[in-house]
């Protein structure tokens, strides 16, 4: 399947098809490939506003909570917990995820912030307002990306299983295998709960896949391919990851380790001027979420 991204600049329409930038994948994407209709085409993004974001942060997890982020960041010694103002990015509030731990994915969990480590099996539970550690708690594996559905919490570790746990007592209670076009989709970073579907980076991608949580089939992409050009600056690492929702005002945020911008997104074609966003002058983009096999 060809990624494309349509561009619109200053009125007009370029579709423009993609070098294919994203091994994982675009790999597990290449069998059996239907061809992309319009009509399936149920989702679109375009930027509204772009903020400023803390470019050594190394953004392992994010999430808008009452017009606020909160960040977990992540490598050994620079590992942190952040509440983070929106418009610039400044961060409020800190704490630190002291070595050996190498901080992950995070999400909140009633009066809780809960944040994973990649390799050491220790979940860290925050109070929201103090950012003070509450808790330790144990998991078996690695800790990737981490969200909630409002009765679960939902973990990844890298490969194409999602493990939904008990917010409490911290057993798992599922594990679903996440497949796209039939085919076994690892590297599952990043997570974010948005109207009933599982949205996740996956490692090294600049595409967002979203996931229905019952059968584990990707049943959309949103290639972000254009974005992740401007804001990595060519460093393999800076990719994308840190997807937050804010349900209320149905505006999706992305951001990437080490990336000097958050976009804020919303559905639909683009309608207002696009705010703050001198990165990519006279330009608006909208990310099209191209479907995959039933
Ligand atoms: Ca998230």
Request: glycine share 8%.
């Given at each position: 399947m060809k990624m494309v991204l349509t561009i619109l600049v200053a009125g007009g329409a370029v579709a423009a098809s993609l070098a294919p930038p994203d091994a994982p994948l675009l790999a597990a994407m290449s069998a059996g490939s239907p061809a992309v209709s319009a009509a399936a085409d149920d989702l679109h993004f375009h930027i509204a506003a772009c903020y400023p974001h803390d470019p050594e942060a190394f953004t392992q997890g994010l999430i808008y909570r009452r017009g606020e982020f909160y960040e977990s960041t992540g490598l050994v010694g620079q590992s942190s917990i952040r509440r983070v103002r929106?418009?610039?990015?400044?961060?409020m509030q800190s704490a630190k995820v002291e070595p050996p731990h190498f901080g992950e994915g995070m999400t909140d969990w009633k009066s809780d912030v809960i944040s994973i480590t990649w390799r050491s099996g220790t979940a860290f539970r925050w109070d929201r307002k103090s950012l003070m550690l509450r808790k330790v708690q144990r998991y078996e594996g690695e800790g990737w990306g981490l969200t909630q559905d409002g009765r679960t919490l939902i973990l990844s570790d890298g490969t194409d299983r999602l493990r939904f746990i008990?917010?409490?007592?911290?057993?798992?209670l599922r594990t679903l295998p996440v497949t796209v076009n039939g085919r076994p989709l690892a590297a599952l970073n990043e997570l974010e709960w948005v109207e009933g579907a599982i949205y996740a980076n996956v490692w090294q991608a600049s595409q967002i896949v979203r996931i229905d949580?019952?059968?584990?089939?990707?049943?959309g992409i949103l290639d972000l391919s254009d974005l992740a050009a401007v804001a990595s600056?060519?460093?393999?690492?800076?990719?994308?990851n840190g997807i937050a929702y804010d349900a209320a005002g149905k505006r999706l945020f992305v951001t990437g380790k080490t990336w000097p911008l958050v976009f804020e997104l919303r559905p639909g074609k683009p309608s207002a001027r696009t705010t703050g966003c001198a990165q990519l002058p006279d330009a608006k983009v909208v990310g099209r979420v191209l479907p995959t096999a039933p």
């Open positions: 929106i418009a610039d990015g400044k961060v008990d917010p409490e007592s911290f057993a798992v949580p019952q059968s584990g089939k990707v049943t600056r060519d460093n393999p690492d800076a990719v994308l």
